[in-house]
């Protein structure tokens, strides 16, 4: 589902979405409200950064709808 959000990725197979996308290296932190999750820019952040979704905090429901946000670092 998460790669009919991305551009030009709606027909990658799911291998392709998890090494581009989500085998990536981060920091998450929680703060007892929001957790963050922080990245550093490469070569496919433009076009996270074109998903609505994800450009602000969202909840997440199945942890008692925490906020979540991404940053983006160099």
């Known amino acids: 589902m998460f790669r009919l959000?991305?551009?030009?990725?709606?027909?990658?197979?799911?291998?392709?979405?998890?090494?581009?996308?989500?085998?990536?290296?981060?920091?998450?932190s929680y703060?007892?409200?929001?957790?963050?999750?922080?990245?550093?820019?490469h070569a496919h952040t433009p076009i996270w950064l074109s998903v609505r979704k994800i450009t602000k905090p969202f909840e997440i429901p199945w942890l008692n709808n925490t906020k979540m946000q991404i940053?983006?670092?160099?």
Do not use: H, Q, Y
Not at 5 to 28: H, M, Q, S, V, Y
Not at 71 to 74: A, D, G, I, S
């Open 71 to 74: 940053k983006w670092v160099m």
């Open 31 to 41: 703060d007892g409200s929001m957790i963050t999750v922080t990245m550093r820019k």
């Open 5 to 28: 959000d991305l551009p030009r990725f709606e027909k990658c197979k799911a291998g392709t979405i998890f090494k581009k996308f989500i085998n990536i290296p981060g920091k998450i």
